[in-house]
Protein backbone atom coordinates (compact mmCIF):
# COMPACT_ATOMS: atom_id res chain seq x y z
CA UNK A 1 0.00 0.00 0.00
CA UNK A 2 1.36 3.51 -0.60
CA UNK A 3 0.09 6.62 0.54
CA UNK A 4 1.73 10.36 -0.25
CA UNK A 5 0.22 13.93 -0.12
CA UNK A 6 3.11 15.52 2.48
CA UNK A 7 3.60 19.16 0.65
CA UNK A 8 7.50 18.61 0.70
CA UNK A 9 6.75 15.81 -1.60
CA UNK A 10 4.71 17.97 -4.26
CA UNK A 11 6.95 18.28 -7.79
CA UNK A 12 10.31 16.17 -8.69
CA UNK A 13 10.06 14.34 -5.32
CA UNK A 14 6.51 13.29 -5.87
CA UNK A 15 7.64 12.37 -9.51
CA UNK A 16 10.39 10.25 -8.59
CA UNK A 17 8.35 8.67 -5.93
CA UNK A 18 6.09 7.97 -9.02
CA UNK A 19 8.89 6.73 -10.88
CA UNK A 20 10.37 4.14 -7.99
CA UNK A 21 6.47 3.19 -7.46
CA UNK A 22 6.43 2.24 -11.56
CA UNK A 23 9.41 0.22 -11.32
CA UNK A 24 8.67 -1.99 -8.61
CA UNK A 25 5.27 -2.44 -10.27
CA UNK A 26 7.05 -3.52 -13.54
CA UNK A 27 9.37 -5.52 -12.00
CA UNK A 28 6.90 -7.36 -9.99
CA UNK A 29 4.36 -7.39 -12.56
CA UNK A 30 3.37 -11.09 -11.32
CA UNK A 31 3.85 -11.31 -7.59
CA UNK A 32 2.67 -8.02 -6.29
CA UNK A 33 -0.14 -5.72 -6.23
CA UNK A 34 -0.16 -1.87 -5.32
CA UNK A 35 -3.03 0.04 -3.95
CA UNK A 36 -2.87 3.55 -3.27
CA UNK A 37 -5.37 5.76 -1.72
CA UNK A 38 -5.15 8.97 -3.79
CA UNK A 39 -5.06 11.70 -1.92
CA UNK A 40 -7.86 14.43 -3.12
CA UNK A 41 -4.95 17.47 -3.93
CA UNK A 42 -4.79 18.09 -7.47
CA UNK A 43 -0.78 18.37 -6.95
CA UNK A 44 -1.08 14.78 -6.04
CA UNK A 45 -4.09 13.62 -7.99
CA UNK A 46 -3.44 14.62 -11.19
CA UNK A 47 -0.07 13.73 -11.11
CA UNK A 48 -0.70 10.11 -9.46
CA UNK A 49 -3.00 9.59 -12.23
CA UNK A 50 -0.54 10.42 -14.73
CA UNK A 51 2.39 8.60 -14.81
CA UNK A 52 1.03 5.40 -11.86
CA UNK A 53 -0.64 3.43 -15.05
CA UNK A 54 0.37 0.16 -15.07
CA UNK A 55 -1.60 -3.67 -14.63
CA UNK A 56 -0.84 -4.06 -11.05
CA UNK A 57 -0.94 -0.70 -9.67
CA UNK A 58 -4.60 0.35 -8.65
CA UNK A 59 -5.23 3.69 -7.65
CA UNK A 60 -8.59 4.13 -5.75
CA UNK A 61 -10.45 6.72 -4.27
CA UNK A 62 -9.18 8.22 -0.64
CA UNK A 63 -10.34 5.75 2.48
CA UNK A 64 -12.19 6.70 5.25
CA UNK A 65 -10.16 5.58 8.71
CA UNK A 66 -11.74 1.68 9.03
CA UNK A 67 -10.95 1.05 5.57
CA UNK A 68 -7.68 2.49 5.45
CA UNK A 69 -6.54 0.12 8.53
CA UNK A 70 -8.46 -2.52 7.21
CA UNK A 71 -6.13 -2.35 4.06
CA UNK A 72 -3.43 -1.47 5.90
CA UNK A 73 -3.84 -4.97 7.65
CA UNK A 74 -4.24 -7.12 4.44
CA UNK A 75 -1.01 -5.11 2.87
CA UNK A 76 2.79 -6.54 3.19
CA UNK A 77 4.56 -3.39 3.95
CA UNK A 78 3.26 0.34 3.41
CA UNK A 79 5.12 3.44 1.72
CA UNK A 80 3.93 6.20 3.36
CA UNK A 81 4.49 10.00 4.42
CA UNK A 82 1.99 9.71 6.55
CA UNK A 83 2.85 10.29 10.71
CA UNK A 84 -0.40 8.54 11.68
CA UNK A 85 0.37 5.54 9.40
CA UNK A 86 3.80 5.35 10.73
CA UNK A 87 2.58 5.00 14.32
CA UNK A 88 -0.07 2.89 13.16
CA UNK A 89 1.47 -0.01 10.46
CA UNK A 90 4.06 -1.13 13.82
CA UNK A 91 0.91 -2.26 15.39
CA UNK A 92 -0.58 -4.39 12.12
CA UNK A 93 3.39 -5.66 12.02
CA UNK A 94 3.68 -4.05 8.37
CA UNK A 95 7.17 -2.73 7.67
CA UNK A 96 7.24 0.74 7.05
CA UNK A 97 9.25 2.93 4.11
CA UNK A 98 9.06 6.31 5.26
CA UNK A 99 8.96 8.73 1.95
CA UNK A 100 10.23 11.51 3.92
CA UNK A 101 14.41 12.62 4.32
CA UNK A 102 13.15 13.19 8.20
CA UNK A 103 10.43 12.01 10.24
CA UNK A 104 9.11 13.46 13.43
CA UNK A 105 8.38 9.77 14.60
CA UNK A 106 11.92 8.82 14.69
CA UNK A 107 11.16 6.18 17.49
CA UNK A 108 9.86 4.10 14.58
CA UNK A 109 12.78 4.28 12.75
CA UNK A 110 15.46 3.96 15.91
CA UNK A 111 13.27 0.68 16.95
CA UNK A 112 13.86 -0.40 13.33
CA UNK A 113 9.75 -0.59 12.39
CA UNK A 114 10.06 2.11 9.63
CA UNK A 115 12.90 2.99 7.25
CA UNK A 116 13.36 6.50 5.80
CA UNK A 117 13.95 6.40 2.30
CA UNK A 118 12.64 10.15 1.20
CA UNK A 119 11.74 10.34 -2.33
CA UNK A 120 14.65 8.63 -3.53
CA UNK A 121 14.13 6.61 -5.74
CA UNK A 122 17.08 4.20 -5.57
CA UNK A 123 16.02 4.09 -1.96
CA UNK A 124 12.84 3.12 -2.41
CA UNK A 125 13.69 0.62 -5.54
CA UNK A 126 15.94 -0.89 -3.47
CA UNK A 127 14.33 -1.29 0.03
CA UNK A 128 10.85 -2.43 -1.69
CA UNK A 129 12.34 -5.03 -3.57
CA UNK A 130 14.59 -6.12 -0.08
CA UNK A 131 11.51 -6.25 1.63
CA UNK A 132 10.01 -7.97 -0.84
CA UNK A 133 12.59 -10.74 -1.72
CA UNK A 134 14.10 -11.22 1.76
CA UNK A 135 12.32 -12.87 4.22
CA UNK A 136 15.18 -12.28 7.07
CA UNK A 137 14.34 -8.92 6.65
CA UNK A 138 11.52 -8.51 6.18
CA UNK A 139 10.71 -10.41 9.25
CA UNK A 140 12.70 -8.54 11.39
CA UNK A 141 11.35 -5.07 10.67
CA UNK A 142 7.64 -6.53 10.87
CA UNK A 143 8.31 -8.28 14.29
CA UNK A 144 10.29 -5.38 15.33
CA UNK A 145 9.14 -3.76 19.20
CA UNK A 146 6.29 -1.39 18.43
CA UNK A 147 7.53 2.00 20.41
CA UNK A 148 3.77 3.33 20.08
CA UNK A 149 2.68 1.04 22.29
CA UNK A 150 0.93 -2.07 22.78
CA UNK A 151 -2.91 -1.32 21.92
CA UNK A 152 -3.65 -2.16 25.57
CA UNK A 153 -4.06 1.25 26.79
CA UNK A 154 -7.92 1.67 27.24
CA UNK A 155 -7.70 -1.48 29.59
CA UNK A 156 -5.53 0.31 31.53
CA UNK A 157 -7.11 3.30 31.31
CA UNK A 158 -9.89 1.43 32.59
CA UNK A 159 -7.98 -0.49 35.33
CA UNK A 160 -6.88 2.84 36.88
CA UNK A 161 -10.12 3.91 36.79
CA UNK A 162 -11.92 1.02 38.50
CA UNK A 163 -9.26 1.15 41.11
CA UNK A 164 -10.65 4.89 42.57
CA UNK A 165 -13.98 3.04 43.20
Known amino acids: MVTCHRRENF ?3 FEEICQA ?3 IAKQKDKTVEIVYPVHLNPNIKEYAHKWLIASNIKLISPLDYPELIWMMSKSNLILTDSGGIQEEAPSLGKPVLVLRKVTERTEGVEAGTAVLVGSNYDKICAETVKLLDNENYYSKIASASNP ?4 TTSKQIKT ?3 SFE
Not at 148 to 151: A, L, M, R, S, V
Open 11 to 13: GKP
Open 21 to 23: ILS
Open 148 to 151: YGDG
Open 160 to 162: ILK
